[in-house]
């Protein structure tokens, strides 16, 4: 089974940027779909974004739609998420997942969880 460590995470003023990092390891990355999701206090975890396994398909909450993208290295086994024009209400834990099943927005599909990385936007 896949293992998942995110980072790249911490404290940037609103209109910033970050590039957050989920680097995998213990299975065949390649073969999974991806997903980004975030959680923020008293909040549900909520879908950011996801990738097939090749990289050629996304899919993007409303929310971030134009200002994030995900991307994956295969080779690199690393998946990423660039987060540009940064807002407040972007603050939250974000947690990258793993899906045998495929990709999409539902928490369900996603079979491995990594440990989250912080973001905080400062208004």
């Known amino acids: 089974q896949v293992q998942l460590v995110e980072s790249g995470g911490g404290l940037v003023q609103a209109g910033g940027s970050l590039r957050l990092a989920c680097a995998t390891s213990?299975?065949?990355?390649?073969?999974?779909?991806m997903g980004w999701f975030r959680q923020a206090p008293g909040k549900e975890r909520e879908f950011v974004a996801a990738?097939?396994?090749?990289?050629?398909?996304?899919y993007y909450a409303d929310s971030v739609k134009g200002r994030f993208t995900t991307s994956r290295d295969n080779a690199k086994n690393t998946l990423y998420l660039q987060m540009n024009s940064l807002k407040p209400e972007d603050t939250a834990v974000y947690f990258c997942?793993?899906?045998?099943w495929g990709w999409g927005t539902a928490k369900s599909i996603y079979d491995v969880w990594g440990q989250g990385t912080q973001v905080t936007v400062s208004s």
């Open positions: 997942a793993a899906s045998s």
């Open positions: 990738i097939n396994w090749s990289g050629y398909n996304t």
């Open positions: 213990g299975s065949t990355f390649s073969s999974y779909g």
